[in-house]
T-cell receptor, first 116, second 110 residues
Framework: GAVVSQHPSRVICKSGTSVKIECRSL??????MFWYRQFPKQSLMLMAT?????????EQGVEKDKFLINHASLTLSTLTVTSAHPEDSSFYIC????????????FGQGTRLTVV | QKEVEQNSGPLSVPEGAIASLNCTYS??????FFWYRQYSGKSPELIMF????GDKEDGRFTAQLNKASQYVSLLIRDSQPSDSATYLC??????????FGSGTRLQVQP
């Protein structure tokens, strides 16, 4: 299947700093990129959806000024967690999908963020 | 009501048995359904997807879809200890991202 490369896989940062997570689709054009967050023993929760060249659509309860999403090209999307707090510590996963109604989505490897 | 519901488990089966994982969804507009496997601390990996009523087989895995009952299932034949993981059911409505169930934890006992 197609590959989505997500970096970094793990990051530890201090409270108040910002962290950028990158997702690249390596062998397909990800017209849509989804960002999920998963807390321990919980399901994946959608944070936002971004289409290439457009502003991201955020889910209810997700602060768009805190979680900045950029999807400037068909192969790259970034999520920046600004002014990180310990409660932002989580597993962040991106997922890319090409065009088409039934096109499957491919997941990145995930980023384990720990804010200390 | 959650959009996609799964029993959290754990579902425990002996090695070699058939594991049956179930999922229901609330949005009749859902078009496609996906089963992902997720090992602890790892990203989900796609096992199968299905969008037509009936059965779809791929190796040891069979996905079943019943749109009238809004029910999706995944059967794993000849279960192996390496199949022990959390299985996520997801539905795609065509307007938004995949909506995931909370997952069912499967334990295959050697």
């Amino acid at each position: 299947g197609a590959v989505v490369s997500q970096h970094p896989s793990r990051v530890i940062c201090k409270s108040g700093t910002s962290v950028k997570i990158e997702c690249r689709s390596l062998d397909f054009q990800a017209t849509t990129m989804f960002w999920y967050r998963q807390f321990p023993k919980q399901s994946l929760m959608l944070m936002a959806t971004s289409n290439e060249g457009s502003k991201a659509t955020y889910e209810q309860g997700v602060e768009k000024d805190k979680f900045l999403i950029n999807h400037a090209s068909l192969t790259l999307s970034t999520l920046t967690v600004t002014s990180a707090h310990p409660e932002d510590s989580s597993f962040y996963i991106c997922s890319g999908r090409g065009q088409g109604v039934d096109t499957e989505a491919f997941f990145g490897q995930g980023t384990r963020l720990t804010v200390v | 009501q959650k959009e996609v519901e799964q029993n959290s488990g754990p579902l425990s089966v002996p090695e070699g048995a058939i594991a049956s994982l179930n999922c229901t969804y609330s949005d009749r507009g859902s078009q496609s359904f996906f089963w992902y496997r997720q090992y602890s601390g790892k990203s989900p990996e796609l096992i199968m997807f299905i969008y037509s009523n009936g059965d779809k087989e791929d190796g040891r895995f069979t996905a079943q879809l019943n749109k009238a009952s809004q029910y999706v299932s995944l059967l794993i034949r000849d279960s192996q200890p390496s199949d022990s993981a959390t299985y996520l059911c997801a539905a795609y409505t065509g307007r938004r991202a995949l909506t995931f169930g909370s997952g069912t934890r499967l334990q295959v006992q050697p």
